[in-house]
């Protein structure tokens, strides 16, 4: 022990410092040391509580352990700023789970948050449409009991987002027929523009393929020549 402790190096410090031998005491027990005493209690219930899959006692006792899975990746975060760590689970939480939970004071990051969830499902529709051709929805819903949870929302997509049709401000019901009568004549009138760019292009190509076929035909009459 003395010749193992004289391998150790000390650090340089002011302080006094000098090599010690410690010792530690494991108290290992076997997996299931618990087994029998959780079986003791849950058998003293009422069968019908929990005697069916699905129930934690029932799957404790009988289930199979899951298979092992690939970690959850996310690929999208809002362009602001990266997601912290706690951020970073409650998104690996929300793609594994329906209903994600999130609690913490204001200021906390549940804005910011929100924010990298539009940026994840706004990617992911992205990720979808090119590698199956699935256009996959991306629509998110955001409420509050509180106006100003949902305006911070706003406000901080209207910092780097100008356009309307990104998002639509809900609230009361004249509000939402204003905001949505706005959006669909701003989507008639682009989809007016995009018909019009559409048949340019297509009298674009033709004019093309003519003075291709003129060109040939020229080329054809001086050879023949």
Known sequence: MQDFLELVELPFSSLSLKRSPYLLRFDFVAANYK??????KISSQSLASWAFPGH??????????EPPCHEELFFGAFPTDP???DQAI????QRQNSLTAVIGPPGNGKTTLL???IALSVVERGYQLASTGFDESNLTFVTSTNNRAVNNVLERLATLFSADCFYLVGGRKELIDNSLRVLLLE??????HWSQVKEIRKKSIELKNCVKLR?????????SL
């Open 215 to 223: 060109e040939n035909k020229q080329l054809k009459d001086f050879i």
């Open 115 to 117: 924010l990298h969830e």
């Open 35 to 40: 087994l029998k005493q959780d079986l003791q």
């Open 90 to 93: 409650a998104l690996k939480h």
């Open 56 to 65: 934690p006692a029932y799957e404790y006792l009988f289930g199979q352990p």
């Open 83 to 85: 997601p912290n760590t």
């Open 187 to 192: 989507r008639i009138c682009l989809e007016a």
